[in-house]
């Protein structure tokens, strides 16, 4: 997975990027990241993009996870990535659209490209825990198939766990080819 080399910003619609975590989109993904999370749980912003950034970035990077971004004018408006859980577990994490880019469809198509890349990397299962005050993403994760579990030790800031066995969606079963559309609900999108 290379690192872009350069940004076209008249490019239409969001082009999708796969970054290392040291990346400047991935940095400026994980700051705005940051900024939400501070308001909606508390604790500044820079500590919370401190500890987003203290967690090593071979975790997000082949051959065990991936980190993408979407971009559009140059400015990162979505992205995620997912890390190992176990030899047959992904985990998902980072999740996140810019609040005034929301219902566009853009963490589906986040989440269909990092559910292609769990399973082109070998993984069956996807996972992903999320904290009270995170509405929007327990309403991806559901209309995405996943499953709410409620089973193990759930911790204070990550009260909702969810699960999905993969491979069994044809939007992810080896990834969208380019310029294929995306089925968005009330929209199509293609890929870039």
Do not use: N
């Not at 900024?35 to 071979?58: K, V, W």
């Not at 997912?82 to 659209?97: G, N």
């Not at 904290?131 to 089973?151: C, H, N």
């Amino acid at each position: 997975m290379g690192t872009p080399s350069a940004i076209d910003v008249r490019a239409r619609g969001p082009r999708l990027y796969h970054v290392q975590q040291d990346h400047p989109l991935a940095i400026a993904l994980l700051a705005e990241l940051a900024i939400d999370y501070s308001t909606r749980y508390g604790d500044t912003a820079g500590a919370i993009h401190h500890r987003l950034r203290d967690c090593p970035a071979a975790d997000f990077a082949d051959p065990l996870g991936d980190l993408v971004v979407l971009v559009e004018h140059g400015e990162p408006v979505a992205g995620g990535g997912f890390r190992r859980r176990d030899p047959t577990t992904a985990e998902l994490e980072r999740v996140w659209t810019a609040r005034e880019q929301r219902r566009r469809g853009l963490a589906t198509r986040v989440l269909a490209e990092l559910e292609a890349g769990m399973i082109r990397l070998g993984y069956r299962q996807a996972c992903a825990a999320i904290g009270d005050r995170q509405p929007e993403a327990r309403r991806l994760y559901t209309t995405a198939g996943y499953t709410e579990v409620r089973s193990g030790p759930q911790r204070r800031d990550r009260p909702f766990r969810f699960e999905k066995v993969l491979g069994a969606d044809p939007l992810v079963r080896g990834g969208t080819p380019e310029g294929a559309a995306i089925p968005i609900p009330g929209r199509v999108r293609r890929r870039v």
